[in-house]
């Protein structure tokens, strides 16, 4: 199987060279590979002492900066490489200040990682929520028994359909037993994995809820939107009685627009939106500002060329840039985030939920934890047409008490959650000591 597995991936890697011909995002898939081993080699030396973190992509890295940010405090004199496997991780946090090396994973063939582990040779190794490449683990086991390398799943999420459980998995079995320990989400994963022999194994809860506490703590104030909503001093407080009403719509889809944008033309002048898109390609910003019936301004028009400086005069504010959503959340009084019309399902809700945000989502959120959770605890509204989109916003602009009800279910139950990066960290660090 692993021969074919081989065969399979080789191919692959001369299969993307061609779409990358016809595909932007392809090529920085491809043309972001080209360089890694001359960018480790540059920047690592074989004395350096490292550990390595793995992201599928952008949500897996901000899943595991708490755990990164941990590790570096606790190993300050360690190098910290961070690896994304898609563009949409890295060409966003490619300049990051919490790792010494950020780089793209190459491909997983036998010759790619024996050089990567080679270069980088890790300490710990840590994979990210999911992301089980067998060339690379088995690298990290060879490596494991020269030099002791730790390899770690954290906030791992496992599913009874994934071939480790089934009839055939015994090749994917394999690759799981390099791992030293797994960090779970859940009981239901834990169970999995010991349903297939696997004892090394805690329940340490999703670091994604320390990352979004953690929001908190820093400073998420941004002029340009307290403008265009036009506050006054108490802008945190969901009790004082303020000019506008303001729905952020993060992370949104064609099919989310298609519903919003119907909302927001028929909706009263003191409500004000923020929307985010998904994509923030050049079309479909301007296809989604044209189809808008209220005065709409871009982010690009006015905050990057700063040549419009009234900003309070306009209800619909589209945010054609990345980065700033998070902090955008702490302005809203109710989010609508996007995905839950699509397949895998709904975007980050712990971003909105915890300034005390009620979150309202597309009808796709089986396979997330907290959107199921939030739902059964009413702190979140999982819509499936206009008619229940309409009820749902109207409810919470004009009913305060209920809106901050659901708010308050939000903050709690992030609350509630935190501490898985404690966990692993207490793990780590007895470890160490013993």
Same mark, same amino acid.
């Given at each position: 199987m692993?021969f074919?597995?081989?065969i399979?991936?080789?191919?692959?890697?001369q299969?993307?060279k061609?779409?990358?011909?016809f595909?932007?995002?392809m090529?920085?898939?491809?043309?972001?590979r080209?360089?890694?081993?001359?960018?480790?080699?540059?920047q690592?030396?074989?004395?350096d002492?490292t550990?390595?973190?793995?992201?599928?992509?952008?949500g897996?890295?901000?899943?595991g900066?708490?755990?990164?940010?941990?590790i570096?405090?606790?190993?300050p004199?360690?190098?910290?490489v961070?690896?994304?496997?898609?563009?949409?991780?890295?060409?966003?946090?490619?300049n990051?200040?919490?790792?010494?090396?950020?780089?793209?994973?190459?491909?997983?063939?036998?010759?790619?990682?024996?050089?990567?582990?080679?270069l980088?040779h890790?300490?710990?190794?840590?994979?990210?929520k999911?992301? $089980?490449?067998?060339?690379?683990?088995?690298?990290? +086991?060879?490596?494991?028994?020269?030099f002791?390398? &730790?390899?770690?799943l %954290? *906030?791992?999420?496992?599913?009874?359909?994934?071939?480790?459980?089934?009839?055939?998995?015994?090749?994917?079995?394999?690759?799981?037993?390099?791992?030293?320990?797994?960090?779970v989400?859940n009981?239901?994963?834990k169970k999995l994995?010991?349903?297939?022999?696997f004892n090394?194994?805690?329940?340490s809860?999703?670091?994604r809820?320390?990352?979004v506490?953690?929001?908190?703590?820093r400073?998420?104030?941004?002029?340009?939107?307290?403008q265009?909503?036009?506050?006054?001093?108490?802008?945190?407080?969901?009790?004082v009685?303020?000019?506008?009403k303001?729905?952020?719509?993060?992370s949104?889809?064609?099919?989310d627009e298609?519903?919003?944008?119907n $909302?927001?033309?028929?909706?009263?002048?003191?409500? +004000?939106?923020?929307i985010?898109?998904?994509?923030? &390609?050049q079309?479909? %910003? *301007?296809?989604?500002?044209?189809?808008?019936?209220?005065?709409?301004?871009?982010?690009s028009?006015?905050?990057?060329?700063?040549?419009?400086?009234s900003?309070?005069?306009?209800?619909v504010?589209?945010?054609?840039?990345?980065g700033?959503?998070?902090?955008?959340?702490s302005?809203?009084?109710?989010?609508?985030?996007?995905?839950?019309?699509?397949n895998?399902?709904?975007?980050?809700?712990?971003e909105?939920?915890?300034f005390?945000?009620?979150?309202?989502?597309?009808?796709?959120?089986?396979?997330f934890?907290?959107?199921?959770?939030?739902?059964?605890?009413?702190?979140?509204?999982?819509i499936?047409?206009?008619?229940q989109?309409?009820?749902a916003?109207?409810l919470?602009?004009?009913?305060?008490?209920?809106?901050?009800?659901k708010?308050h279910?939000c903050?709690t139950?992030v609350?509630?959650?935190?501490?898985?990066?404690?966990?692993?960290?207490?793990h780590?660090?007895?470890?160490?000591?013993n």
């Amino acid at each position: 199987m692993l021969f074919i597995y081989n065969i399979i991936t080789l191919l692959a890697a001369q299969l993307l060279k061609i779409v990358a011909l016809f595909s932007p995002k392809m090529k920085l898939f491809v043309d972001g590979r080209n360089s890694v081993f001359q960018t480790l080699a540059d920047q690592i030396q074989s004395s350096d002492k490292t550990i390595w973190f793995h992201a599928a992509s952008l949500g897996e890295y901000e899943q595991g900066l708490p755990v990164i940010e941990a590790i570096k405090q606790q190993f300050p004199t360690h190098k910290i490489v961070v690896t994304f496997f898609s563009p949409s991780g890295y060409e966003v946090r490619k300049n990051n200040m919490v790792a010494d090396v950020t780089v793209y994973l190459p491909l997983d063939t036998i010759s790619n990682a024996k050089q990567f582990i080679e270069l980088v040779h890790p300490e710990m190794a840590f994979f990210i929520k999911y992301e $089980y490449w067998p060339n690379y683990l088995n690298e990290l +086991k060879k490596q494991s028994r020269s030099f002791g390398t &730790k390899t770690y799943l %954290i *906030s791992g999420i496992l599913r009874e359909k994934q071939a480790f459980f089934k009839w055939y998995g015994g090749f994917y079995r394999n690759a799981l037993k390099t791992f030293d320990y797994f960090f779970v989400q859940n009981e239901s994963s834990k169970k999995l994995l010991q349903s297939i022999g696997f004892n090394n194994v805690k329940i340490s809860g999703d670091t994604r809820f320390d990352r979004v506490v953690s929001i908190l703590e820093r400073d998420n104030a941004m002029d340009f939107i307290e403008q265009f909503k036009n506050l006054d001093s108490a802008r945190f407080d969901k009790n004082v009685n303020q000019k506008a009403k303001v729905v952020v719509i993060g992370s949104s889809w064609p099919k989310d627009e298609a519903l919003l944008v119907n $909302y927001i033309n028929q909706s009263s002048d003191d409500v +004000k939106f923020i929307i985010a898109p998904h994509n923030i &390609k050049q079309e479909q %910003i *301007s296809n989604l500002k044209n189809q808008i019936q209220k005065k709409t301004i871009l982010f690009s028009e006015n905050v990057e060329t700063r040549l419009i400086p009234s900003l309070q005069e306009y209800n619909v504010f589209i945010i054609d840039t990345i980065g700033i959503l998070t902090k955008i959340y702490s302005y809203a009084d109710i989010a609508y985030v996007g995905g839950g019309f699509g397949n895998p399902g709904v975007h980050n809700i712990l971003e909105p939920a915890t300034f005390g945000v009620p979150v309202v989502i597309g009808p796709n959120y089986s396979h997330f934890a907290e959107a199921t959770a939030l739902v059964n605890m009413e702190g979140c509204i999982s819509i499936q047409n206009q008619t229940q989109l309409n009820e749902a916003f109207d409810l919470l602009l004009h009913n305060e008490d209920e809106r901050l009800e659901k708010g308050h279910i939000c903050s709690t139950f992030v609350q509630m959650n935190k501490g898985a990066t404690q966990t692993i960290m207490n793990h780590i660090t007895n470890e160490t000591i013993n």
